[in-house]
């Protein structure tokens, strides 16, 4: 731009030199050549309005070039603000961007905890789990040992009590036999459960035998209802004569022949049951002291 203003300022010098110095060299020549002249008039010009002039054009290529400078400057400046708030909006996006990958890293670190701490959960009841599962077995094993030690218990004591039984049932077998001399034998005993002169009996007693059998299974249901290892002893029999009282309570019950160990239950069912009172005195003579044959089922 200096350039330029220089080579203008030497161009205008240029034509003013020209304009002042021209017209008087061809003044000198035309009078030095002839007797006769012309007359050239001479363009006179006013440094100082070619001073001013230049000065306008220097003044006005001054604003030019300041304008434009002040457009590149205005320019420069607007291209520098749209710059920063670039830079200040990809900043701010930027920080946006990792404010959000902050918090989704933060929400998958807690996420992975609290699956972490689901799964030690879970574990920890899988392992409480499998350890009441073996107590579980461990204690079931010892109920079922326990049962077996309580079985081979009471299968002992069931011998020995079936033993006893048979010991005190053959002594009883005998002792009746002894004192009734045989009369009282189950080999003597009918299957309805009464004794031998039964029928003529109540027949002379007026008891029908509707009425015998009837008091007769009413005796057996009662002993029955006490009786409670009937499986055991399926197809066995035994011979009881039961002693009642009037008003059908059990006075006394013997075993006179039959299995022992069907026996030595039967007399404890016997002597735990509940018959009913006789529906007549002629029963109640009947009943009093008869033999029956027990056979559960």
Same mark, same amino acid.
């Not at 392992?127 to 077995?137: H, L, M, N, P, S």
């Given at each position: ?65 300041? &304008? ?10 607007? $291209? ?8 200040? @909006? ?33 574990? &920890? ?6 350890? @009441?599962?073996?107590? *579980? ?12 030690? *309580?079985?081979? $218990? ?52 007026? *008891? ?40 059908? &309570?059990? %006075?006394? %019950? ?11 239950? &039967? %007399?404890? *069912?016997?002597?735990? $049951? ?24």
């Amino acid at each position: 731009m200096r350039s330029a203003v220089a080579i203008s300022l030497m161009l205008h010098m240029l034509v003013i030199t020209l304009l002042v110095w021209g017209p008087s060299t061809q003044n000198a020549e035309f009078g030095s050549g002839g007797t006769e002249s012309t007359v050239i008039d001479a363009i006179m010009v006013d440094p100082k309005a070619v001073t001013q002039h230049y000065n306008r054009q220097q003044q006005q290529q001054i604003d030019t070039t300041r &304008a434009q400078e002040q457009r590149q400057k205005k320019a420069l400046q607007q $291209a520098e603000e749209l710059q920063k708030k670039q830079i200040a @909006e990809q900043r701010q996006r930027l920080r946006e961007l990792e404010k959000e990958r902050l918090q989704a890293q933060l929400a998958a670190e807690e996420q992975q905890r609290h699956a972490a701490e689901q799964q030690k959960q879970a574990s &920890a009841m899988a392992t409480k789990a499998k350890e @009441e599962q073996k107590k *579980a077995e461990i204690a079931a094993a010892n109920a079922r040992e326990k049962q077996l030690e *309580a079985q081979r $218990a009471l299968a002992e004591t069931r011998q020995k009590a079936i033993a006893e039984a048979k010991k005190a049932a053959e002594k009883q077998s005998s002792d009746v036999d002894k004192l009734l001399g045989g009369l009282a034998s189950a080999k003597n005993a009918p299957q309805t459960g009464v004794s031998a002169t039964g029928k003529e009996v109540g027949k002379k007693n007026g *008891a029908s035998t509707s009425d015998i059998n009837n008091y007769l299974g009413q005796i057996k249901t009662a002993i029955e209802a006490n009786f409670h290892d009937a499986a055991l002893f399926k197809g066995l029999t035994c011979s009881l004569r039961i002693k009642l009282a009037p008003d059908g &309570a059990v %006075v006394d %019950v013997k075993a006179e022949g039959g299995d022992p160990a069907l026996c030595a239950a &039967a %007399v404890v *069912a016997a002597r735990q $049951a509940r018959i009913p009172k006789p529906p007549s005195q002629e029963l109640y003579d009947i009943f009093k002291n008869a033999p029956l044959i027990f056979k559960p089922h």
